[in-house]
């Protein structure tokens, strides 16, 4: 299995206070990303990384921040927590190959977030 | 604006049955992938498809990629229990670095 792990796993808040949510690697692998999974939505992407600092935003970016300063943290901050952010998130890693070919992701195991 | 789309959303079927899951993309893309996620937990990789005609097996799963029609499609041949999972697709959008998931297809297999 690729090295990722999250924290926190699991979470409960109150709204209006700010939370953050740590992605870890191990594989060194270049981009990171910021997913939420909402029933009848799939995942969607909050934001990415394709770099020690470098970030971009993805569809539902609104109301989230990143930071990643070294290639193995992926950081995802709700400045401002609120109940409609209540919801599953995943960080998931993936590299190019010797092709500048995308590979497949690999995810992490989740964090289920409540906000109250 | 690429999207993804899947058919169908649900799918309740017997053991030993097959069925086919279709996977509709709106633009031109060089690979697509193919996840299982079992309920509670993360997803798990199942198929890279590179290019167009690639096909790829696994026990009871068959993946394979049509890129001129943009439809991929997952074939469950003789389905177990075991089956039982939310599969979904995704696309990589050519020349950014991001991945674009549908919806995802809800499988359970009766015993």
């Given at each position: 299995?690729?090295?990722?792990?999250?924290?926190?796993?699991?979470?409960?808040?109150?709204?209006?206070?700010?939370?953050?949510?740590?992605?870890?690697?191990?594989?060194?692998?270049?981009?990171?990303?910021?997913?939420?999974?909402d029933?009848?939505?799939?995942?969607?992407?909050?934001h990415?990384?394709?770099?020690?600092?470098?970030?971009?935003?993805?569809?539902?970016?609104?109301?989230?921040?990143?930071?990643?300063?070294?290639?193995?943290?992926?950081?995802?901050?709700?400045?401002?927590?609120?109940?409609?952010?209540t919801?599953?998130?995943?960080?998931?890693?993936?590299?190019?190959?010797s092709?500048?070919?995308?590979?497949?992701?690999?995810?992490?195991?989740?964090?289920?977030?409540?906000?109250? | 604006?690429?999207?993804?789309?899947?058919?169908?959303?649900?799918?309740?079927?017997?053991?030993?049955?097959?069925?086919?899951?279709?996977?509709?993309?709106?633009?031109?893309?060089?690979?697509?992938?193919?996840?299982?996620?079992?309920?509670?937990?993360?997803?798990?990789?199942?198929?890279?498809?590179?290019?167009?005609?690639?096909?790829?097996?696994?026990?009871?799963?068959?993946?394979?990629?049509?890129?001129?029609?943009?439809?991929?499609?997952?074939?469950?041949?003789?389905?177990?229990?075991?089956?039982s999972?939310?599969?979904?697709?995704?696309?990589?959008?050519?020349?950014?670095?991001?991945?674009?998931?549908?919806?995802?297809?809800?499988?359970?297999?009766?015993?």
């Amino acid at each position: 299995d690729a090295g990722i792990t999250q924290s926190p796993r699991h979470k409960v808040t109150e709204t209006g206070t700010p939370v953050t949510l740590r992605c870890h690697q191990t594989e060194n692998h270049r981009y990171m990303y910021w997913y939420r999974q909402d029933p009848g939505h799939g995942l969607r992407l909050i934001h990415y990384s394709y770099g020690v600092k470098d970030t971009d935003k993805g569809e539902v970016s609104d109301g989230y921040s990143v930071s990643r300063s070294k290639t193995e943290d992926f950081l995802l901050t709700l400045e401002s927590a609120t109940s409609s952010q209540t919801s599953v998130y995943f960080c998931a890693i993936s590299e190019v190959d010797s092709g500048s070919s995308y590979n497949e992701q690999f995810f992490g195991p989740g964090t289920r977030l409540t906000v109250l | 604006e690429l999207k993804v789309e899947q058919n169908p959303l649900f799918l309740s079927m017997q053991e030993g049955k097959n069925y086919t899951i279709y996977c509709n993309y709106s633009t031109t893309s060089d690979r697509l992938y193919w996840y299982r996620q079992d309920p509670g937990k993360s997803l798990e990789s199942l198929f890279v498809l590179l290019s167009n005609g690639a096909v790829k097996q696994e026990g009871r799963l068959m993946a394979s990629l049509d890129t001129k029609a943009r439809l991929s499609t997952l074939h469950i041949t003789a389905a177990v229990h075991d089956l039982s999972a939310t599969y979904f697709c995704a696309v990589d959008s050519s020349g950014t670095y991001k991945y674009i998931f549908g919806t995802g297809t809800r499988l359970k297999v009766l015993a």
